[in-house]
């Protein structure tokens, strides 16, 4: 069964604060490991895909890594808007289509 | 272009009551998912259609849920004689193609409150 835990489960930064968020997962056969950004009351937000060990991707602000049994997305001098609910899935070998989830960090950005 | 829409935004209804809760996918996709997110929980999948394939139905929690995809578009989850426990924000997601490897666009979702 694919598992995925995060931490921490919440986070306060003051602005310009960098930091990392950590996902760690357990997976029969990694098809990809995906970051979505969640605000209250909205559906989840794709920021980015990984699929194999050692690949990393950027989009402003975030920059997503990627281990054998973890992914780092780690926040570059965050602003107030960064603030939001980040949450880390896996597509495992499995046969399903469905991801797994964790449970979120929630992000919040002090001015 | 759009998005993911779904209807309605936000459902109350007594328990033992029946819900239909409707999912639009983004126009060009042909897979649709279906996650449930409890308070304190992470999201769980419920449903997956692909085209007019059968569905895989591995995450439905129960047989009091069900669901349908006509034309390959717009889906339906239905929910019988809901239960207090599930009470949830249910979402829709669509992707191009199937195959878990392709990043899923997920809908505002619908807020479902059991009393």
């Known amino acids: 069964e694919d598992q995925v835990t995060q931490s921490p489960e919440a986070l306060r930064l003051q602005e310009g604060e960098s930091s990392s968020l950590n996902c760690s997962y357990t997976?029969?056969?990694?098809?990809?490991l995906f970051w979505y950004r969640q605000d209250p009351g909205k559906g989840p937000e794709f920021l980015f895909t990984?699929?194999?060990a050692g690949e990393e991707k950027e989009k402003e602000r975030l920059k997503a890594t990627l281990t054998k049994k973890e992914s780092f997305l780690h926040i570059t001098a965050p602003k107030p808007e960064d603030s939001a609910t980040y949450l880390c899935?896996?597509?495992?070998?499995?046969?399903?289509?469905?991801?797994?989830f964790g449970k979120g960090t929630h992000l919040i950005i002090q001015p | 272009g759009a998005g993911v829409s779904q209807s309605p935004s936000n459902k109350v209804t007594e328990k033992g009551k029946d819900v239909e809760l409707r999912c639009d996918p983004i126009s060009g996709h042909t897979a649709l998912y279906w996650y449930r997110q409890s308070l304190g929980q992470g999201l769980e999948f419920l449903i997956y259609?692909?085209?007019?394939?059968?569905?895989?139905k591995s995450g439905l929690p129960s047989d009091r849920f069900s669901a349908e995809r006509t034309g390959g578009s717009v889906s339906t989850l239905t929910i019988q004689r809901t239960q207090q426990e599930d009470s949830a924000v249910y979402l829709c997601?669509?992707?191009?193609?199937?195959?878990?490897?392709?990043?899923?666009?997920f809908g505002p979702g619908t807020r479902l409150t059991v009393l």
């Open positions: 899935a896996v597509a495992g070998g499995g046969g399903a289509d469905g991801l797994t």
């Open positions: 997976v029969s056969g990694l098809r990809g």
């Open positions: 997601a669509s992707s191009y193609v199937a195959g878990g490897q392709n990043e899923q666009f």
């Open positions: 990984l699929y194999s």
């Open positions: 259609f692909q085209g007019n394939s059968a569905p895989d």
